[in-house]
């Protein structure tokens, strides 16, 4: 079975802070995703990884960069956290013109 | 850009009764995908179809390329098929091909 961990299910952070949050999957997919998911507004992409240290923009990536240093981890990192931020974080993978596979989920909370 | 609208957006049925979701997208795509979200759960994706239908259990992806729509059925609903269903397309105008756009999700709700 393909897993997709996250680091936290549950993240509480202060406003400001610097906010990591990571997405570990473990069936050597080249392509791995961020998306915030907010009620009314469904999944919307943050950003996407389509190879090591190879990243594109996804549809909402202000306020947020990521990393991918290796094939089977991919970051998500808020530089200065903000209320507007507070949402569910969403991670996947998939290998290419492929179904994707989710991970559990952070749900963020900044105060 | 591609808009992808799903309807409705809340859906109540009794236990037993067969149940309908639809979908509809604005521009060409290279395959449509269905997916479920349990309460507090994460997601899980049920079908990814180009055309015609595939069939797993009691659930019923089917796609018309021409008009642009696809429908989830559930066949014999039970309580635990109440989740969030959403759908979301891969398209093929150019660019990367493993973005997804999603639509809002249909909350269904089984009741015993």
């Known amino acids: 079975d393909v897993k997709v961990t996250q680091s936290s299910r549950y993240l509480v952070k202060r406003t400001g802070e610097k906010v990591f949050l990571e997405c570990v999957q473990d069936?050597?997919?080249?392509?791995m995703f961020w998306y915030r998911q907010d009620p009314g507004l469904g999944l919307r992409l943050i950003y996407f990884?389509?190879?090591?240290?190879?990243?594109e923009k996804g549809d909402i990536p202000e306020g947020y960069s990521v990393s991918r240093e290796k094939k089977e981890r991919f970051s998500l990192i808020l530089e200065s956290a903000s209320t507007n931020q507070t949402s569910m974080y969403l991670c996947?993978?998939?290998?290419?013109?492929?179904?994707?596979?989710f991970g559990p989920g952070t749900r963020l909370t900044v105060l | 850009k591609n808009e992808v609208e799903q309807s409705p957006q809340n859906l109540t049925a009794q236990e037993g009764e067969f149940i309908t979701i639809n979908c509809s997208y604005s521009?060409?795509?290279?395959?449509l995908h269905w997916l479920q979200q349990h309460p507090g759960g994460g997601i899980v994706s049920l079908f990814m179809?180009?055309?015609g239908k595939k069939k797993h259990g009691r659930l019923i992806a089917t796609i018309n390329i021409q008009e642009k729509h696809s429908s989830l059925h559930i066949t014999a609903s039970h309580p635990r098929d109440s989740a969030v269903y959403i759908c979301?397309?891969?398209?093929?105008?150019?660019?990367?091909?493993?973005?997804?756009?999603f639509g809002k999700g249909t909350l269904l709700t089984v009741n015993p």
């Open positions: 069936m050597d997919h080249e392509n």
């Open positions: 990884s389509y190879d090591v240290k190879m990243k």
């Open positions: 996947a993978s998939s290998p290419p013109w492929y179904t994707q596979y």
């Open positions: 179809l180009s055309s």
């Open positions: 979301a397309v891969t398209t093929n105008s150019g660019g990367s091909n493993y973005k997804l756009t």
């Open positions: 521009v060409g795509i290279s395959a």
